[in-house]
C-alpha cells in the first residue's frame, strides 16, 4: 500500500509518459460496508496529522459510503481529468448470513418481529374475528428465511457495483459524442475481505497504521509529532484572551462578530 501511494505520488508518467505532470495528490476511501461508514474520516486524522508535514507528499483523504457514492462525486471519478486515487473495499460475505450469526441475528428478530406482530393482533382485535390461534414464531421464521434471503441477494449487488466501479475506471468506454466518453486508465485498488469480524477490522487497521509508518519513513519525517495542531490552539487562545496585533483581516472578522453580538 505505502509503494503503491508512493509511486502515484512521485513517480507516476502520464498519458505523455511526462514524469510528476500528472502525478496524484489526494485519495478516495469507499467501503462498500455500512460497518466503515467512517472508516474515511479516521484515515484522515491518522494519515494526514501523522505525515502531513513539510515535503513529506502526503495525499488528501477523502471518501464515502458505496453504493451511495456512486450518485454524488463518482460521476467526477470516471470523466473528470483530475488525478483520484481511489481504494475500494469490498467484503467478499456477509456478515449476518454465516451459519455462526444465524442464532444471534435470529434472536433479534424474533424479539423485534413478536413485538411487531404482537402490537398488530391487539389493535386487530376489535374488529376481526380471529378463527384460529396465530403462530407467532411460525410467522417470524417465514418473515426471517425471507429477510435472509433479502440480505444474500442485495449483497451479491452489492459486490457488483463495487467491482463495476473499478473495471468501467479501468477501461472506460470510447464514444464519438465527448459527453459519453469515459477515458479510463484510472487506478483502483481494491481490498478484499472475507467479511468484517473484530479480527480483521483489527487486521485492516494495522494494515493502514503499518502504511502510514511507512511513508513516514520515506519522507523522512516524524510520524508521531503534529506540531500543526499546537499552531492552531496557540493563536486561538490568544483570539480567546482577546490578545492584539492582530493581521488586519482578523482584527475586521472580530469587529464584525463584536458587532453582531451588540443585537
Given at each position: ?163 463495476a466501479q473499478s473495471r468501467a475506471l479501468m477501461n472506460g468506454k470510447d ?89
Amino acid at each position: 500500500m505505502a509503494i503503491i501511494e508512493i509511486f502515484y505520488r512521485k513517480y507516476f508518467k502520464n498519458n505523455e509518459g511526462k514524469l510528476n505532470s500528472g502525478n496524484f495528490n489526494n485519495k478516495c476511501i469507499v467501503p462498500y460496508d455500512c460497518h466503515l461508514e467512517y472508516l474515511y474520516k479516521y484515515l484522515q486524522q491518522a494519515e494526514m496529522e501523522s505525515n502531513g508535514k513539510l515535503n513529506s507528499g502526503q495525499l488528501l483523504i477523502w471518501g464515502g459510503i458505496g453504493t451511495d457514492v456512486q450518485h454524488s462525486f463518482f460521476q467526477m471519478l470516471h470523466q473528470n481529468d483530475e488525478n483520484v486515487l481511489l481504494e475500494i473495499l469490498l467484503p467478499a460475505k456477509n456478515l449476518y448470513t454465516e451459519p455462526e450469526n444465524f442464532n444471534k441475528s435470529n434472536v433479534i428478530l424474533n424479539q423485534n418481529e413478536h413485538k411487531l406482530y404482537k402490537r398488530n393482533i391487539d389493535s386487530d382485535l376489535n374488529s376481526i374475528q380471529f378463527t384460529k390461534r396465530v403462530k407467532l414464531d411460525d410467522l417470524v421464521e417465514e418473515s426471517f428465511n425471507e429477510n435472509l434471503s433479502f440480505i444474500k441477494d442485495h449483497h451479491k449487488l452489492l459486490l457488483a457495483n463495487g467491482l463495476a466501479q473499478s473495471r468501467a475506471l479501468m477501461n472506460g468506454k470510447d464514444n464519438s459524442d465527448e459527453k459519453l466518453l469515459f477515458k479510463g486508465n484510472k487506478p483502483t485498488t481494491t481490498i478484499l475481505y472475507s467479511k468484517l469480524t473484530p479480527d480483521v477490522f483489527g487486521y485492516l487497521l494495522s494494515i493502514y497504521e503499518h502504511k502510514i509508518f511507512t511513508v513516514g519513513s520515506y519522507y523522512q519525517v516524524n510520524s508521531f509529532d503534529q506540531f500543526g495542531v499546537q499552531l492552531g490552539k496557540e493563536i486561538a487562545i490568544e483570539i480567546y484572551e482577546n490578545k492584539e496585533n492582530f493581521d488586519e483581516s482578523t482584527k475586521k472578522l472580530l469587529e464584525l462578530i463584536e458587532e453582531m453580538n451588540k443585537f
